[in-house]
């Protein structure tokens, strides 16, 4: 599916799966050049790929989305495969996984992808949470920072038995806390304070209160092709912090189709 707006759906905030989108148990979504936003239901207020499904998203944003319990923007429920590609993930909330939470067995692909702006209320995962034994997070060429949890792991938080990969130039707003396993053999990130500005503005064109949960972040705004970004700061670190290499193969632009090896 490509160049969808979903927005302001609802599912229950006691039961209900997936206010913006539900892919049922061993089904398999690609979704490009769309929109999640303003959806809301108990879990997966944006998007809840269910039992050993998949989630293919690309050049994309999953904003404002909110869940009462678990993964304000996107679930990945038991054995789910989240491959997100060119991918901005800002302003959701949820007790815990306020971008994103993935359970046992999840593989999540973070490539080239955008985490900011995120926060729970009750326990971890500002921006991501691994939250089951034997998933594994891939992170590459991505930032995640300026995400708020009321518990650990403001940015990536995960379970005792998850494993967390890093592969080319990433940059954190927080060490990473409670995986099993680290790897940082294919790749590594670069450490800023994420709760302050002006590290912040290190990274990002603009930073301020996200207008949805509240929390300092890189601001999203129209920077082309139609669909909201955040921006880079043109002069500072995130510039040229990813590994060309790394790119996964075919993707020579942004979000926004613009090219990132000039």
């Known amino acids: 599916l490509d160049g969808l707006v979903i927005d302001n759906g609802y599912a229950s905030p006691t039961t209900g799966f997936g206010g913006g989108i539900f892919v049922r148990d061993h089904d398999s979504l690609t979704l490009t050049n769309s929109i999640i936003a303003d959806n809301s239901a108990a879990d997966g207020g944006g998007i809840f790929v269910s039992n050993q499904a998949s989630l293919a998203m690309a050049d994309s944003t999953v904003s404002d989305n909110a869940a009462v319990k678990a993964g304000g923007g996107i679930v990945g429920y038991s054995g789910a495969t989240l491959a997100l590609t060119n991918v901005t993930i800002s302003g959701n909330s949820a007790a815990k996984g306020g971008g994103i939470i993935g359970t046992a067995n999840d593989q999540i692909t973070l490539a080239d992808s955008t985490i900011t702006g995120n926060k729970t209320t009750v326990a971890g995962g500002g921006g991501l949470y691994s939250s089951g034994a034997s998933a594994v997070t891939t992170v590459t060429n991505s930032i995640v920072a300026g995400n708020s949890s009321a518990s650990a792991g403001d940015d990536l938080d995960g379970h005792s038995g998850a494993k967390l990969v890093f592969t080319g130039g990433n940059i954190l707003g927080s060490a ?87």
């Open 176 to 262: 990473p806390v409670n995986f099993g396993s680290i790897d940082k053999t294919s790749g590594s990130y670069t450490p800023i304070n994420g709760t302050s500005q002006s590290d912040l503005r290190s990274v990002f064109a603009q930073v301020g209160d996200n207008p949805t949960t509240g929390v300092l972040s890189g601001l999203p705004a129209a920077n082309g092709a139609g669909i909201q970004t955040v921006a880079l700061n043109p002069t500072d670190i995130a510039i040229d912090a990813g590994v060309t290499a790394d790119l996964p193969p075919g993707t020579a632009t942004d979000e926004r189709g613009f090219s990132r090896v000039v």
